[in-house]
Each structure stands twice: as C-alpha cells, then as structure tokens.
C-alpha cells in the first residue's frame, strides 16, 4: 500500500460519509491525525520503534481496536469506532471491509480552546477545575480493577527496571542538557528510595493501587467540555508504560503542572484526588514517582537532540526543555517532601 495515496485519500473532503468542510492533517511519529469539521480519523503508521511495532496490518488493527477500548474508559462517547478502510479496484474505500488494506480509528472532535493546557496558558484554569478532574480521576482509577496482570507491573522488580532503563538511556546526555552531579543526585536518591521502601511498594501492591492506568497523563490530554471532563490518548502500544501504581499517573499531571509553572493549581489537584480516592499512602510515593515522571519527559526530550532534521534553533529548544525536566526531577529530590 502507498503511505501518500492513502494520505491524499483521507485528506480528500469528499472520503467522509458527512462531507466536512474542511480535513486538516496532523501527524506524529506513529500516527497520521485527519481532523474534520465534527470528527477526527487517526491511522497509525507501519512503524516499528522497539517499544512498539505498528508494522504489520494486523497488529494496526490489533492496536487500534485496544485504543477504543482503553480511552473508552476515560472518555466514553468520544472514541466512537474502528473504521476499515479497503482497496477496491484501485479505489480505496472508507468503512467498506471487502479488501481491507488498513483501520482507522473515528473520534468526537474535541475544542482546541478547551484542552486543559489552552485554559492554563489563556489563564482560565481555576482550582476548583483541578479538583473537579482530581474528582473525576478518582472516579475513573476506582472502575478500573487491581487484577493479577496488574500486579506484575508493581512489583519492585519491574519498578527498578523502568527507572534503571532511564539512567542507562540518558548516560549519554550527561554534560550535554544534565550536568554529572544533578544526573548522580537524581540516580542516587531515586535508587535509594527504592531500596529503603521495599515494603512500600509492597504495601501499594498489596492494597490494590497497580492497575491498567493511562500513562500519559498531562494537560495537553484533557479537555472539559462544558460540566465532563475527557481525559484521551492513553498508552495502548506497551503494557510497561501504562500499568503501574496509580500515584505515577497522579504524579505525571502534578508534575505536568509544576513544570508550566501552576504549583498552585498541581496541589489543588492532588489534595482532590487524594480525599475523593482516601489513598491515605499516596503522599509516601509521590515525590519519588514525580521525580520519575520528570526524569521521563528529559529523557524523551534529550532524544531529540539526536534528530539530525532539526535546525539549530529547534535543537537548542530541546536543549533548553531538557535541561529544565532534569533541573525539575533535581529540584524535587532535594525538596523535604
């Protein structure tokens, strides 16, 4: 199958069933985004990254299906569908499943101007709107069981391989966006805790907070749309980053927060999450999995750095991001809590 003609297929007003006045195409390193006037189709690409692989028909349909499932969970109403999208004659068809040749996945459109990081930025964010989605967090995190799959990717074994991989992977960025002493405060400390709260993570496992959660947690991902909350774009393409302790997806949106600088509205979020969910251990794991979370987004950033396409301008851009998630995650580990 040609990747361009089926794009040009999808951006052509006249595929959809609706015909909107307008398809806007935005695309990620995995997937391409057709934007339409009420609903948006996201196709992923045949792509294989190591952590996911999206190159075969089979395993898009597989991953695409798991998408409307799992976001279905925290934003029911919004992903509506899986779409094929067939090869007749030469012609490709959208919902036609005579010769399918790839799937798309069919959304509710959602206001740009109501994602939670446009409020923030255009200052319309209040307190009583994080705790409203600390509430409605809490809603979702207790719908969603603490089964036997869950419980493996609690364990302080899988714990200290996701958190030794980020060392191990940001080792070459040292002196570059992370000085030496801040990359050894941040690995020291965060393998210390580990060792030190053995029972901890134990007691977090034993009661129930290691579920299937979202694992990308951040205002760029909810939207409130007049009294619901939509939280969307959960990880569907590796267990390992989307199971884990609850705290860790409470801690990314935290983090998320202090890092724009809204340390005010990050507390206001937690302390609603926390009386809504009476996770009375939460405050325990907290600092060490922001620190984590902030530790993440460095490394994820640091790996632009590597991306020969990038200008010089964008190249110190990610530079300068880096450096300020790896200052947060420092910050965090010599705060007294």
């Known amino acids: 199958m040609e990747k361009q003609r089926l794009v040009n297929y999808m951006m052509d007003k006249n ?29 992923k690409k045949p792509v294989d990254f190591g952590f996911l692989d999206f190159t075969t028909l089979e395993k898009r349909k597989y991953y695409v299906n798991e998408e409307l499932r799992l976001n279905s969970r925290f934003s029911p109403g919004v992903y509506l569908e899986v779409v094929p999208i067939s090869d007749v004659d030469g012609r490709f068809m959208l919902g036609n499943d005579t010769n399918v040749v790839e ?16 409020l923030l930025e255009n ?49 070459p960025y040292v002196g570059g966006p992370v000085s030496k002493e801040t990359y050894d405060a941040i690995k020291a400390w965060s393998m210390d805790f580990m060792e030190s709260n053995t029972g901890l993570f134990e007691e977090r496992l034993n009661r129930g907070h290691i579920k299937d959660c979202h694992g990308d947690l951040h205002a760029q991902h ?23 302790d609850v705290a860790s997806d409470i801690a990314f949106l935290s983090m998320d927060l202090d890092y724009g600088g809204y340390s005010q509205f990050s507390r206001a979020f937690v ?51 880096a450096r300020s998630y790896y200052d947060l995650a420092l910050s965090y580990v010599e705060s007294d809590g």
């Open 271 to 321: 302390d609603a999450y926390r009386e809504a969910s009476a996770d009375k251990g939460l405050d325990a794991v907290l600092r060490f999995y922001k620190v984590y979370r902030a530790y993440v987004r460095a490394k994820v950033t640091s790996f632009l750095l590597d991306d020969n396409n990038l200008d010089r301008i964008q190249r110190q851009k990610a530079f300068e991001r």
């Open 15 to 43: 595929t959809y069933p609706d015909k909107p006045g307008s398809v806007h195409l935005v695309q990620t390193h995995i997937s391409w985004v057709f934007i339409c006037d009420k609903y948006v189709y996201k196709v």
């Open 222 to 244: 909810i939207c409130v749309e007049d009294q619901g909350i939509v939280i969307f774009d959960c990880i569907e393409f590796n267990k390992r980053f989307r199971f884990g």
């Open 103 to 118: 799937y798309a996945l069919k959304m509710k459109r959602l206001s740009e101007e109501k994602m939670l990081y446009r």
């Open 123 to 171: 200052r319309q964010a209040t307190r009583e709107l994080m705790q409203r989605i600390g509430r409605h967090l809490s809603e979702v995190y207790s719908s969603i069981e603490s089964n036997d799959e869950a419980m493996v990717y609690g364990s302080l074994d899988t714990i200290f391989t996701n958190v030794k991989e980020n060392f191990d992977q940001t080792l």
